[in-house]
């Protein structure tokens, strides 16, 4: 009953595309079988921080990806703030909830000697666009540079 009415709530207050309520939905209904594996007795509002982070240990466990898990830590967060909105719950338990981590990924980079064979294959003619290109390739490798950055 409360997720259909923050479904509703998000397509028509908030003008969400049909994937993001479905996302939204599939989340919460995720987390409320979670709930119902831990105690039968436990409702959607009966949450609280300790649950919410041991659901988030849940899906790492179960190999959810991080950024599958914010997502869901995002649509938990939404419902919960427009529960206390409308004055179903008096505070919102993911306050003190921090989402995952993401990790950083290394930027690749290209070995000099290559940098010096493309140089070397740029400048075969020695004309203007030639020795222009070779400029270009060198101030792009020295400072590490990004394309949209030149």
Request: aromatic fraction near 10%; charge should be neutral; hydrophobic fraction near 45%.
């Amino acid at each position: 009953m409360f997720i259909e009415a923050f479904v509703t709530y998000l397509k028509v207050e908030r003008g969400c595309s049909p994937h993001t309520l479905k996302a939204y939905e599939t989340d919460l209904r995720l987390y409320v079988e979670y709930l119902a594996s831990v105690d039968n007795a436990l409702q959607l509002l009966d949450s609280d921080t300790d649950l919410v982070r041991c659901w988030v240990a849940n899906l790492m466990d179960k190999g959810c990806a991080v950024s599958s898990v914010c997502r869901k830590l995002s649509s938990l967060r939404a419902f919960f703030s427009y529960m206390k909105v409308v004055g179903r719950i008096a505070t919102n338990p993911l306050v003190g909830v921090r989402a995952p981590k993401k990790q950083k990924l290394l930027p690749s980079f290209i070995k000099e000697e290559c940098i010096e064979d493309l140089c070397d294959a740029v400048v075969i003619d020695g004309g203007f666009l030639a020795l222009r290109n070779k400029a270009i390739i060198s101030v792009f490798y020295e400072l590490g540079l990004r394309l949209s950055e030149l």
